[in-house]
């Protein structure tokens, strides 16, 4: 059968701050975003069962893995590894914890392709499970 690819976006408020280092200058302070989360799956294309997966399923599993993770949240006070320190809250590091939190919460057969981390229209960062 052919790969298939399917994309849910949601969208969650967060907080966060940057260190006060030369990297960061001038972004140290608290500041919030309307973040969009993009996740791509891919597997086999099944036409009996429509496509990749369930739409209601990815759906469900975003709603709790990601919106009521992060929605309303200080990502470098209630998240962890951001509150305990070792990653920066940056959306680079945002992707790579998304995708950590819903790889291995999918079906059977369906693989996780790609996380994108909107922070502004013209800012994202992806994370596709490279090395």
């Not at 791509?40 to 759906?59: C, E, N, Q, Y």
């Amino acid at each position: 059968m052919p790969t298939g690819y399917l994309t849910r976006i949601v969208e969650f408020t967060a907080t966060h701050r940057f260190p006060n280092t030369p990297e960061f200058a001038g972004a140290t302070s608290d500041h919030s975003h309307r973040y969009r989360c993009a996740v791509t799956v891919k597997g086999a294309f099944d036409p009996a069962r429509g496509g990749v997966m369930s739409l209601p399923v990815l759906k469900t599993l975003l709603q709790r893995e990601v919106v009521a993770r992060f929605d309303g949240r200080h990502l470098n006070e209630d998240i962890a590894p951001f509150a305990g320190g070792t990653w920066v809250a940056t959306g680079e590091a945002l992707a790579l914890h998304v995708w950590e939190k819903i790889a291995g919460a999918l079906p059977a057969g369906v693989g996780l392709h790609c996380v994108r981390i909107e922070e502004s229209p013209n800012h994202y960062s992806e994370y596709r499970g490279e090395p």
